[in-house]
């Protein structure tokens, strides 16, 4: 059912390129993603772009200014003493921090501001200033321009997120999820019917597949929401729960399922350069009995899936993705997934954890012409043993840490990937089959990028549009999912 009207999505990469061009050109060469997010608020345009301070180079934005100002209201008010290398800065509600210098490490204070985030807080800002000596602008100035920040703070951190559009699109996210799903599944195979029983279309036994997924009810209760669908005109019949439960064993649901997560990364092309890999896992009710031989002991295990997945940092849309059982070595599917998404991507970057540290897999990056982040073992050499790129990462993890982990730390963006994931469809499977759990798995994937996009549609305004019109799909015959 493609009713002109209510076709959804699938061009959201046009604008989002569009913003992207917009945001690189404003950002001067060597920042990082943290400047680049303050200078999409900026208001600060005119001031300079960092400051050093204690020999660290920070970046300057909004919540820095409001801890100096704060700092040299300290200052002002001179509750600052000091004994050697200790200053003592007596801060809100008379509480005392000690400020402490090091050759080495610059400033450090002992206040929660400065523990728990990496950041120069107000009363090194004051000692600073104390230590400098100069005269200081009078108070009053001082305070007003504080509160005139700290206004433009509150106000811009209001928009961080757009509630109204946030709250609509979560209320109609189910029918939003129902439209797209439909929309990428009418690209699937469709069956030739013989004269045997009439089977069931593999549009209609996916679509109900994702839908109970997403749904985190067992097949039964999901019968209600299989009349829905059939009501709607989704599917073409009402589908029996024991005909969903045969089609989330069938490895073909794997392979469409595998069809579909690419198609809804394809809008996605232009925008995602930057991509990091990680694993993680989802639990099962399933035990598996196995013979310990060291002990001749039979020993009971439960089972869990690993879902491996290669995501862009930008969107957080996952561009490949490999279920297995937990046994298996993370470096396994880290090529499939890498050669899946080069196939439509163009990578830049690739960060990994320890876990993918190898030989071969940097090879594999630096082949693909894209440059690989992932930290050494503490027990590996940079010893090339033939492989010169091998050598080459090493000097760059040792000679430049600070460097590498900017770029490293794109990685916990991945993990968020699997946090979002798991909060909203489940981190328990019901399926007790191994196919089952490895579509079950997959069709969690899929409901995580179709949420992506429709948080892309709602949040940045992206136009929709068909999606066939961009010649996407000219592959529905041929390829990955011909019908048996
Ligand atoms: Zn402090």
């Not at 400047?35 to 180079?57: H, L, R, Y």
């Not at 004051?126 to 001082?142: H, I, M, Q, R, T």
């Not at 305070?143 to 757009?162: D, M, Y």
Request: hydrophobic share 30%.
């Amino acid at each position: 059912m493609l009713e002109d009207s209510n076709i959804y999505v699938l061009n959201t990469w046009n604008k989002r390129k569009k913003e992207k061009e917009k945001d690189q050109g404003k950002i001067t060469t060597g920042s990082n993603k943290l400047d680049e997010e303050s200078s999409a608020k900026s208001i600060e345009s005119n001031e300079p772009e960092k400051q050093s301070v204690s020999g660290i180079t920070l970046p300057k934005r909004l919540p820095d200014q409001i801890r100096k100002l704060r700092g040299l209201l300290i200052a002002k008010r001179g509750s600052i003493k000091r004994n050697h290398k200790v200053w003592t800065v007596k801060g809100d509600q008379n509480k005392e921090y000690q400020v402490k210098f090091d050759k080495m490490k610059g400033f450090s204070c002992n206040c929660p501001d400065s523990e728990h985030r990496i950041t120069c807080c107000k009363h090194v800002y004051a000692v600073e200033a104390f230590e400098d000596g100069s005269e200081l602008p009078p108070k009053d100035e001082l305070s007003s321009k504080l509160r005139e920040l700290e206004e433009q703070h509150e106000e811009a951190s209001k928009f961080t997120q757009n509630w109204s559009a946030y709250n609509t699109y979560q209320c109609t996210e189910k029918e939003a999820l129902y439209k797209i799903l439909d929309e990428i599944c009418e690209f699937l195979p469709e069956y030739q019917q013989g004269n045997g029983r009439p089977k069931t279309p593999p549009k209609d036994s996916t679509f109900c597949s994702v839908a109970k997924v997403y749904s985190m009810l067992s097949g039964r209760r999901f019968d209600t929401d299989v009349r829905y669908l059939h009501e709607k005109g989704y599917i073409q019949s009402h589908v029996h729960y024991n005909t969903i439960l045969n089609c989330m064993k069938s490895s073909e649901l794997e392979s469409w399922l595998q069809y579909l997560i690419d198609i809804t990364g394809l809008p996605f092309v232009n925008v995602e350069n930057i991509f990091a890999v990680d694993s993680s896992g989802f639990s099962t009710s399933v035990t598996d009995t196995w013979y310990e031989h060291k002990y001749q002991v039979k020993k009971d295990e439960r089972i869990w899936m690993k879902c491996h997945i290669m995501a862009g940092l930008d969107s957080k849309i996952i561009t490949a993705a490999k279920v297995t059982q937990h046994r298996v070595n993370d470096n396994i599917p880290f090529s499939d997934l890498i050669y899946r998404t080069a196939e439509r991507f163009n990578i830049e970057e690739i960060s990994a954890d320890k876990a993918y540290s190898s030989k071969s897999n940097i090879e594999l990056i630096r082949k693909l012409g894209a440059e690989p982040f992932i930290p050494f073992k503490n027990n590996l050499t940079g010893k090339s043993r033939g492989v010169s790129e091998w050598a080459e990462e090493y000097r760059k993890f040792v000679n430049n840490k600070a460097e590498f982990s900017k770029h490293f730390g794109n990685r916990n963006k991945v993990e968020s990937v699997f946090n979002m994931m798991k909060s909203k469809f489940g981190v328990q499977l019901k399926s007790r089959d191994e196919q089952a759990l490895i579509n079950e798995v997959l069709c969690k994937v899929l409901c995580h990028n179709i949420c992506v996009l429709i948080h892309e549609v709602n949040e940045n305004n992206v136009e929709l549009q068909p999606m066939y019109q961009y010649g996407i799909m000219d592959n529905k015959e041929g390829g990955v999912c011909a019908s048996d």
